[in-house]
């Protein structure tokens, strides 16, 4: 029995790989140089031309859980820099908007991978081959676009006496909870955990991580992102500066060469963490300041 | 998948991670025949640890009546029909784990639990099994008409399923009592946990975005203090102190006397394969077949030394010092002479004695020094 499982583990993996392979020898994004200012919008007027490269992606059967179907087979990924900010418009079918994070829901995101050194393991990385991450998730978008999303707008028709130590009067607003005795209730938050915060400043969420199992919210945020859901499709924009002095900057910049990965959920599947399509590494030329 | 050693189900299994007991073992014995369902546990510990936002529906500690009710609902038949029918041989489990079930791309077997799952905790409250024909009547022990209020909590397992699930390594039990806890700087609310655990004890704040359980009131064991849902039982069901391996008995450890002493305690599904802590007294009232599902094979064994517990001075000393102290009983006696059970801490100071046997006082009905009368003395 234990044979028969090496075999049907191994079996996606192979697939997967060949699929990567295959996309990798294919794939390469110019990033164009544009004389301008970057912004963190997949409105912007500037991403209407340039190249544009479709990824693949390709089930996740390396860390459980895996994700032998992913429902987004692929992105559409077009990327400029102005030599200060580089930014990747990234854009997909997905039939259901997912923003909401119920008990049992889930929301879309994507996510792009660049390595801090030379190269990193497709595995997010490796031990002393650390990768950067810049991961855009839709309930963010939901909490600066709307509100966050506090009892008073996940159920609407709840309605709560009282929350010992809670300031204010019902719905208690969690942004008034500012004193220690409520505070220690609101566990994520307290520890700076940035999925509990409930003043988010963007949409995108800077890591870093060493392989699988490792991902940490890197100390320092320096990118943003902002997605749009229409016409049954997600638009979104992750930018970071090239440089910001951060150990965990990538050694990428005008003119460079350099290795990126990409990674989307379907919420409406209840892909989240692990459970996700993955990329093989896409090479990103940038272009020369000044290039055409 | 490490090999490790689960005394439970009397073999070696496949867990994610190799063996790692810690130094001490949180666990608790709940004596089922003594629970009324009055939900004091459950009100001590919701007004303790989840009266934040987002943790309006949790329940770290709850009551449900069997069979019908569940919280999550129907949480136990659920992964129990997952599993599918799994043989016992003897004290041997010859099934499967759902470590060594889950399919090839999981790591554990388990299912996401709904929204609408957590919204029923009252859901099959005091409903009976079976019935009575007419004419019929209930003989003892075992009732023909049956339920019972069945109490839970995390059973902070020595191969918990929702750390075996977390992909991210965000939770972690604690080396010096054993203690299961989520990282809540760490967790990014995948869920995993919640899909894992088979007992429904790992819940996802939507408010806050991260998952959160039960963690043992570890600030008060810290202190030598029993958790809050176990000092605030009025039944007095509960017993909470450290449990050691077969191989490393303590007799007069109260947890390892119920456990590996006597076996009047059980564990809860051990079938499932994660060596829990929690351990039940079985209900005497209900039907065996339905017990040694939810019990293991120590289902008559266990039965038949309580109901000689009347017979069995140790035994009957050691529950009656049940809910009478907040301290953690670390050892016990019991003093034949006096009639009376003392309960020790970790300093070997006594922290509690009660007498096994109140005294009877007989009145007579007419009270000459009074000159009353006495009736419905009690």
Redesign the interface.
Known sequence: MKAQ?TI??LL?LMLALSVSVADAQQKSLTVRYVNSAVPADPGWSGWETGPSVEVTLAPQ?V??????SPSIKRLTVKAVHNGGWIAFLLAWKDATKSSV????T?RDAVALMVPVGKSAPIRMGGPNERALILHWKA?WQEDIDKTF???AQ?YPN?W?DW??FAPGEPP?D?RH?TNPEARR?????V???P??QPDKRTAAEEQIAEG??T?TTNERQSAVGKGVYANGGWRVVIARPLVTGDPNDPAWGPGKVVPVAFAAWDGGE?E???RKGISDWITAKLNPVGAK | MATVKNWQIGREMEYPYPESRPQRQFAAVFDLNKCIGCQTCTMACKTTWTVGKGQEYMQWNNVESKPYGGYPMGWDVRILDKLGPQPWEGGKYAGETIFEAAPTDERVLGYLKEELDWSHSNAGEDEPAGSLDTGGYETMPTHKLWFFYFPRICMHCTYPACLAACPREAIYKRPEDGIVLVDQGRCRGYRECVRACPYGKVLFNPVLRISQKCIGCYPAVEQGIQPRCVTSCIGKVRLMGFLSTPDDVKPDRPIDFLVHVKKVALPLYPQLGLEGNIYYIPPVNVPKEFLRQMFGPGVDQAIETYLKGKDDPELLGLLHLFGDTKEIIESFKTFRESGEAAGYDKKEREVVRVPIKEPDYLRPFFDAARQVYRHNIS
Do not use: C, E, H
Request: no cysteine.
């Open positions: 499982r049907l583990t996606p059967t860390a459980q859980p895996y994700l032998l994070m119920y008990t049992d889930f309930d999303q506090d009892v996940l709840a709560l929350y010992p208690y969690i909870w209730y609101l566990t994520g938050w520890l700076g955990n999925r509990s699988f199992s991902l209840k989240i963490g692990a």
